[in-house]
């Protein structure tokens, strides 16, 4: 896509593209640099002089200037074409004087170079995060609900699909348990057994590349009986506090097994605070904190509790995630993770929430995340496959106006379909 401006440095991270390095080493007097736009430098300390390679490629072709500046003067013109006719319009179309107009927007769009050039937004690999489904088993199953996702299996399917996310500049992940059933209880212990299948995941992927950004997902719920993502009392109260206790176990274990920011989206009060404490008191303050800020309880999750069977057994979520009608409410969150301490602050869902997203662009300092969820892929999918719309233009499109809204980075399923567009490698 000729308007996606795209940053060349990220692009194409890991694959066999050479930059071969020209430095002014004292190798040879003389030496020729090819491709050097420079013509004889001397450095007088090392006695060393770079000449360009096209040294005499501009040759003499005919008149000297001072010839060619008098034949102008003495009135011999050389030619050069001629400005086109104007184009014509269809017959019918009405004449009319043009309108007295100071401002014409449209001169700024007029060619694809001057859009280029007036291109507000840019996106490129670096700016996603690629989430992905891990299960215990060896193959990689398919999701109804998300047509090109998977539960990939931690130990093949997953290396194999960060391997092709960093081939295309994506460095970003982050993990999603598919967790039996017969682990899941109502405290949701699994969540900080450190030999379980995120940290697991997490131990062979930095094993394999230790410079991928590791994202985790900070919550309860695929590891609790009541698919809620805290404790659920008797009555059905979701208990905070006790909640809190747990996540802090859960991220510990995850920064211990090498993850890089630990991201809480269960939406308790107070959570990043004491992640971000007991990260500390187990010695692990480089680890960052990204805070499900603005997490609203959408209907847009749907696919995606299809993907972990992580739907809640009973009731909803409303009482921890937040109204879709409000928006002063994420102002209220936003300043308490910023003072708890979280490093990056998230909305979610991302496309219907774009104003929440600039809401929080506007207030805080921190880098903003957009989380375009499962239903807003899935829709993208399904029109795509129903050929309503071209599913690659309205992905890039979605992605170019979370980033315009003010997300510094998006979670998208579409991280990989995307990097490859971003770097020309269609398929
Ligand atoms: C739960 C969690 C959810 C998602 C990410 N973490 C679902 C939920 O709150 O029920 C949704 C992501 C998506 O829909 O793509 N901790």
């Excluded at 682990?183 to 992927?205: F, M």
């Excluded at 499962?374 to 992905?395: N, P, Q, T």
Aim: with cysteine; hydrophobic share 40%; glycine share 8%.
């Amino acid at each position: 896509m000729a308007s996606l401006m795209l940053n060349s440095v990220n692009c194409n991270a890991g694959r066999a593209l050479k930059f071969e390095y020209v430095g002014l080493r004292p190798v040879k007097v003389h030496h020729n640099i090819v491709g050097a736009n420079l013509n004889s430098i001397k450095i007088a300390p090392l006695k060393l002089t770079i000449r360009a390679a096209d040294d005499g490629a501009r040759k003499k072709i005919g008149l000297s200037d001072e010839e060619c500046e008098a034949a102008v003067v003495a009135g011999n013109v050389p030619e050069a074409p001629l400005v086109p006719p104007k184009p014509l319009a269809p017959a019918g179309t009405p004449v009319v004087s043009p309108l007295p107009l100071k401002r014409r927007p449209r001169r700024n769009r007029r060619t694809p170079a001057l859009r280029g050039a007036f291109q507000e937004t840019n996106i490129s690999p670096a700016n996603l995060v690629y989430p992905l489904f891990i299960h215990e088993g060896e193959e990689d199953t398919p999701i109804g609900a998300m047509p090109g996702c998977y539960r990939l299996g931690w130990r093949h399917g997953l290396v194999e699909e960060v391997a092709r996310a960093r081939d295309v500049g994506v460095n970003s992940i982050v993990l999603f348990p598919k967790v039996p059933d017969a682990l899941k209880t109502s405290t949701g212990d699994e969540a900080y057994n450190k030999n379980g299948l995120v940290p697991r995941a997490i131990r062979l992927l930095k094993d394999k590349y230790p410079d991928l950004i590791i994202y985790t997902d900070v919550a309860l719920d695929p590891y609790s009986s009541d698919g809620h993502d805290g404790i659920v009392r008797e009555d059905g109260v979701i208990m905070n506090d006790e909640t809190v206790h747990q996540l802090c176990k859960q991220a510990v274990a995850q920064a211990q097994a090498g993850a890089d920011v630990v991201s809480p989206s269960d939406m308790m009060d107070g959570r990043v605070g004491a992640i971000r404490a007991a990260l500390d008191a187990e010695g692990f303050e480089h680890v960052s904190i990204m805070s499900y800020t603005a997490k609203y309880a959408s209907s847009f999750y749907g696919p995606f509790r299809e993907a972990l069977d992580s739907n809640p057994r009973f009731g909803d979520k409303k009482t921890y995630q937040m109204n879709p009608a409000n928006y002063r409410e994420a102002l209220i969150e936003t300043r308490e993770d910023e003072a708890e301490g979280a490093d990056i602050l998230l909305v979610k869902p991302g496309l219907p929430y774009l104003d929440v997203i600039r809401l929080l662009r506007d207030s805080s300092p921190l880098p903003i995340a957009a989380y375009q969820v499962s239903g807003e892929y899935s829709m993208i999918k399904a029109g795509g496959v129903l050929k309503m719309i071209d599913e690659e233009r309205v992905m890039m499109e979605s992605l170019m106006c979370l980033r315009r809204a003010g997300a510094d980075i998006i979670l998208t399923y579409f991280a990989l379909q995307a990097g490859r567009v971003l770097c020309g490698e269609k398929r």
